[in-house]
């Protein structure tokens, strides 16, 4: 099922897609252009908010897991895009170690792992799967569905380091593939490899990565390819501000938050006040570094700052890994006025595209029963529903219909590729 819009809301937004479908074969030079002046990443995913009014990435993730939420016939798109991001970057491997989370007991994740190992051999690679757990010490067999629903196996077996490579018994890979941002720290092992190639770097993990910065890059590419198209830049770019050394347990860092919130707010209502646009400001405060939604929450008000009980402080100090949280991002909140109807039930709905090197590959929906159109979806008890990106990977329909599926999911491919082209930049 494609997007449940009223478009009738949608006022400039709608023209500016409008002019990126009828000028798609302009678009794709502006983006072939940008991608050939900076290498994208190897894979990523792009969480997007539709407010109508506005489509803007609020989250691009360089590690993305959810590979079994994409739908049967994105597999043939995906394992081509792999094909050429392998080719690209080291056209001579032929033997591959793909190191996952450590989180062996993660159902879904195990489904992910399982499908991207299936993706990557289909690619025409030989691939095993090492993990740098500690607490594994013997092969782990996981049976697992693929994307088709077929039951399926795979191993993953303990790594060890020899010579400076990452090595299994009897498997010597010349390619490493992390599905691993290692939150909490760069293992020993990795940091000591010399002899093989690393893809995503490490330098791409939450240890050096923040969003402030992929953000600010994102602001720059979203300021150009506006100018190119002769359109306001705040209908795909979300304004932001940060704050660092904050401390939620103690309270330290309060005053900066609160004032950079109220700060983020009134230009939120100026813009809206200027568009017309009867909806009340948020922002969403949320950890500068990590992931999995965790760090996050949605404030309406400034004076919610100073009056966030414990539980609400706990659960902001920490991310995955028990990693603590000191420097914050706060962004400007897009509403998502976009929904999904299953079991005739309508939910609140926010796409997710991933892009593998340039190619967008496929997506889906995360939507999530209990949670509002200015709440955070990524979190328990989201469920994923695959959309239909066999029809809209790389190219607008002929009819140039902006409301149709295939034309609403290129402009979700533009707009995720040029966060895409923004991550390459950090």
Known sequence: MGPQLNVSLCGELLDLEKMIVEKSASVEHWLRDNFNKNTPPFYSSVDLRNACFKVAP?????????????GKKDLACTVQAFMTSV??????????????ENHTRNKYYLENLGNLYSILSNAGLTVRIGSINPELDKELVVDFKNINSEKNIFKIEPLFLSNGKLKLKDFD???????????????????RVKNQIIMPTLESSWVFRRKSNHFAKYDQIAKEFCKFLGADDWLINPMFEYCQKI???????EDCLN??????????QLKYKF??????????????????GMGVMTVRDASEIKNLNRKQRNKMSKVKEGVEVS????????????????????????????VVDRYVVGGFYRVHSERGLDENLNAPGMQFFPLPFENGCQFPALSK??????????????????????????
Request: proline share 5%; glycine share 4%.
């Open 58 to 70: 609020v989250d691009t993730n360089l590690f993305p897991a959810g590979f079994n939420n994409l």
């Open 259 to 268: 004032d950079h919130v109220a700060d983020l707010l009134r230009k939120i």
């Open 247 to 253: 401390n939620f347990r103690n309270r330290q860092g």
């Open 401 to 426: 219909d902006p409301n149709s599926t295939t034309n609403r999911l290129y402009f979700y491919g533009v707009i995720a590729r040029l966060a895409a082209i923004a991550a390459s930049k950090e």
């Open 87 to 100: 080719d690209k970057r080291c056209p001579d491997v032929e033997k591959v170690l793909l190191v996952p």
């Open 173 to 191: 890979a010349d390619l490493i593939i992390l599905n691993n941002d290692f939150s909490s720290g760069i293992p020993f092992e990795l940091e």
């Open 327 to 354: 420097d914050v991002l706060i962004q400007e909140g897009v509403y998502s006025f976009e929904t999904y109807v299953h079991s005739e039930k309508e939910f609140v709905a926010e796409p997710v595209v991933y």
């Open 275 to 292: 568009s017309k646009i009867k909806k009340k400001p948020f922002v969403v405060v949320k950890a500068d570094a990590g992931t999995y």
